[in-house]
């Protein structure tokens, strides 16, 4: 199947480093992810351990390192 000509994908975007941080990507975020998800019938988080899985995975859904060129 191809792709419709246009733009690229937007992500994922290149993986903050050390030296730099994304501000957006706080607690709050992962807490609103959550809640959706909820929302839509899945079960809450009831434990850290739930968090920190949701966090790894939507940060390396939406962060990858960069490629070399």
Known sequence: ???PPGPGP???LERPGPDRDDARF???LLLEVAAVLQQHG???LVAAAD???LHRALFTTIYQPKEPT
């Open 1 to 3: 199947m191809n792709s």
């Open 10 to 12: 937007a992500y994922p």
């Open 26 to 28: 706080t607690i709050g």
């Open 42 to 44: 899945y079960p809450p």
């Open 51 to 53: 968090l920190t899985r």
